[in-house]
């Protein structure tokens, strides 16, 4: 039935019925927000028979300038009766800005740290509190304003983990902009489609950033998707830039400079030890100049709670990436609330999240989630393994962190470096331990426990998308009984059901497509500029219910497990990409007439690229090919893009009417034999010659 289960069942071996039950820990449940099994039963239940009721109890703790809460709820989920929407809090006016600083500092929280900045290199971090950010914001909200940025307007962001990436996404909120952050690992051409999609009319970025050894030139790839846009006569207003790598302390291959060969020393930097940028006096300004003269107050720009807060891309199944749009009021309440209850948030706490604000983790769990919440949090710039692989386990332990998220995949890349690193530090702090981006594998999820949680903390496997703004499926961790590789029950408003094929609920044990049947606050309203797109991707499929993409089964006790996607996307280190992305950059190389592209097991990525590449008439399949292919996808997409297996493909296994069987590679790719039926196959003998082509696990 569900071509993408079996994949993932295969490699993680999962199995709900025999899987042992970690209870939550004893400090987590004895002061918890939900303590209890009945009690978080009581309150999801309210939450879907009353949402009404349940969520303007949380509204009251937030600001709402005028209209009360406005009409409270409002949607259609069903395509058979025409539009499908979902409103919350309609005509009430807020701010997002506003509710995560002036309303702390106006308490009297000012002087409360927000964020431990750590840098890159462990010499450098900076202390910034709830009121020093709201100053900075509202310097920048100002230079924004100046520069002809107004409510509506697609601000977009590409920058590093530093201060000034929160400030500026708050910045473009507080006066009703729309930010757009692309990741800084992205490509030139991967943010000029972004910001020629989102149509934007300002840039805010950075000269560079070292992440660990490696010098990332942001300017320098974002003047490049400048020329991009220029070329389509897609003018910005304004490039503000931060100063920011003279700042920094570089790393030690770096530091002698060209002497010892460092490559982006010896390009980057003048003799001087200057770091170069190119300069455009029509549009680049320095962030540092611009702020210099500015006030440090702004008004902020009071905002319909369906008003549009941000979009951010995420992978779609055309290749062409959507631009997912969430607005102001449900996604406020979404987001403080899963970081309220999902990590157990108390006052004290010191919380470390290690996502990277440019993916959809670090805006709900970075930026929006703790700010929410009044929480201290560390704000980390560099990479888990420099320059040691103890650097997280260090970090934990010099800010005394108690609830830390991350990765399977880099749990899994650290776990590599076996516990000594883990035991050289005090973790003791430690109480929750979250997990996100992919199905976390048992092994995995017990490392975390025992090793890093010494069998002392709750872990809390956290299912989500963009699309839903915050966590639908997780543990609380006072409260649930978790199984190691289960993102266990829903969240409060989310109404979880499993559908076979024919759309049919499946009650009970089972396993089928993972579908919501009625909004939750932080459900995404549209794909920006292309309604219809929306509906098919997410509500065509099975009328009356929001499709996740994902496959799931649910167990006897009840539990979720989420196996996987069952659409043709990757997930590679927790992050999506679609096939079609991959396979379309690929085919741009003269040589390349086909390519299809599947996902492979990965023991530390979770799933790594596997192409297999068709080639025209005449053409050889060598290293030099492999190589330039590799390079084609790096700088079209993205290095974390870069495939691992390229293979020569002389056929590839297509159905009579020309469609490519992707069960089949996907078994070839991951070296199985059980192909299952291919009779249809138009011609059956090439699945034989891909094997012989396969290359074999590095
Ligand atoms: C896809 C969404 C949302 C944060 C990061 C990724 C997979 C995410 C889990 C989990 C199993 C998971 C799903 C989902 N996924 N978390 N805990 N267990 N699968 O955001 O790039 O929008 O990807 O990531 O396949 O659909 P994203």
């Not at 291959?253 to 770091?275: R, Y």
């Not at 891309?313 to 609330?337: E, F, N, Q, R």
């Not at 991707?537 to 649910?554: E, H, L, S």
């Amino acid at each position: 039935m569900c071509m993408g289960y079996e994949r993932r069942c295969v490699f993680f071996k999962m199995s709900g019925d025999s899987a042992q039950m970690f209870n939550p820990a004893d400090k987590v449940a004895k002061i918890s927000h939900c303590s209890s099994m009945e009690q978080y039963r009581k309150m999801h239940e309210k939450s879907l028979k009353d949402p009404e009721g349940f969520w303007s109890e949380i509204a009251k703790d937030f600001h709402f300038e005028e209209n009360g809460l406005g009409q409270f709820l409002d949607y259609n989920f069903d395509v058979r009766k025409g539009k499908i929407y979902t409103k919350w809090m309609a005509g009430s006016k807020t701010n997002i800005s506003y509710n995560c600083l002036d309303r702390h500092v106006l308490a009297g929280k000012g002087d409360q740290v927000a964020f431990h900045w750590e840098g890159n290199d462990p010499a450098d971090a900076e202390i910034v509190t709830y009121s020093d950010l709201m100053k900075d914001v509202c310097r920048m909200s100002n230079v924004l304003k100046s520069k002809g940025v107004s409510k509506g307007d697609r601000v977009a962001i590409y920058m590093p983990m530093i201060k000034e990436l929160v400030v500026a996404m708050l910045a473009v909120a507080r006066i009703g902009a729309v930010h757009s952050i692309v990741f800084g690992g992205y490509s030139a051409g991967s943010l000029a489609d972004r910001m020629l999609d989102a149509e934007a009319s300002a840039l805010i970025t950075t000269d560079a950033v070292w992440r660990g050894s490696k010098l990332i030139p942001l300017k320098e790839i974002a003047d490049d998707a400048l020329k991009i846009c220029r070329a389509k006569n897609t003018n910005i207003k304004v490039n503000i830039v931060v100063k920011h790598i003279s700042r920094v302390t570089a790393p030690q291959s770096a530091a002698n400079g060209a002497a010892n060969g460092n490559p982006a020393k010896k390009t980057h930097f003048d003799d001087t030890g200057n770091f170069k940028v190119g300069w455009d006096d029509k549009v680049d300004v320095w962030w540092h100049d611009v702020v210099k003269d500015v006030s440090s107050e702004c008004p902020p720009v009071w905002m319909d709670a369906e008003d549009p807060l941000f979009m951010l891309y995420t992978s779609g199944s055309t290749g062409k990436p959507k631009g997912v749009l969430h607005t102001v009021g449900g996604y406020m309440l979404y987001a403080a609330t899963t970081f309220k209850y999902s990590f157990d948030y108390h006052p004290g706490d010191i919380y470390f999240c290690t996502a990277d604000i440019g993916w959809i983790t670090g805006h709900t769990y970075v930026t929006y989630g703790p700010l929410l919440n009044n929480a201290t949090s560390v704000l980390f710039e560099g990479v888990p393994t420099y320059p040691h692989s103890g650097r997280f386990w260090e970090i934990i332990e010099k800010y005394k962190v108690s609830k830390f998220y991350t990765a399977p995949t880099a749990i899994r890349t650290l776990m590599k470096y076996g516990d000594e690193p883990v035991k050289k530090y005090d973790l003791s702090s430690l109480a929750v331990l979250g997990s996100v981006g992919e199905p976390i594998n048992p092994e995995a999820w017990l490392w975390y426990y025992r090793v890093v949680g010494d069998s002392n903390v709750s872990i809390v496997d956290t299912f989500w998308q963009t699309e839903t703004g915050g966590h639908v499926i997780t543990p609380l961790p006072g409260a649930t009984p978790a199984k190691p590789g289960s993102a266990c029950f829903p969240f409060f408003g989310v109404d979880v059901a499993l559908l076979d094929e024919e759309g049919r609920e499946i009650k009970g044990e089972g396993e089928g497509y993972l579908v919501f049947r009625q909004p939750w606050p932080g459900i995404m309203r549209t794909v920006y500029g292309n309604h219809e797109r929306f509906e098919t991707t997410y509500f065509k499929k099975f009328p009356g219910f929001y499709c996740t993409g994902d496959g799931a089964k649910r167990d006897k006790d009840g539990y979720i497990w989420v196996t996987g996607r069952i659409d043709d996307m990757l997930n590679v280190s927790g992050h999506l990409l679609s096939t079609a992305q991959v396979e379309s950059s690929m085919v741009e190389h003269e040589h390349v007439a086909e390519a299809a592209v599947v996902a492979r097991p990965h023991n530390v990525k979770g799933e790594c690229l596997h192409c297999f590449v068709t080639l025209t008439q005449g053409a050889d399949f060598t290293d030099k090919l492999v190589s330039e292919l590799k390079v084609k996808v790096r700088s079209t997409i993205g290095p974390f893009a870069t495939p691992d297996y390229i293979q020569l493909a002389p056929g590839l296994p297509k159905t009579r009417s020309g469609k490519i069987m992707r069960r089949v590679l996907r078994k070839i790719a991951a070296g199985e034999r059980d192909f299952g039926d291919i009779s249809t196959l138009a011609d059956p003998s090439v699945v034989e010659v891909l094997f012989e082509h396969r290359p074999n696990d590095k």
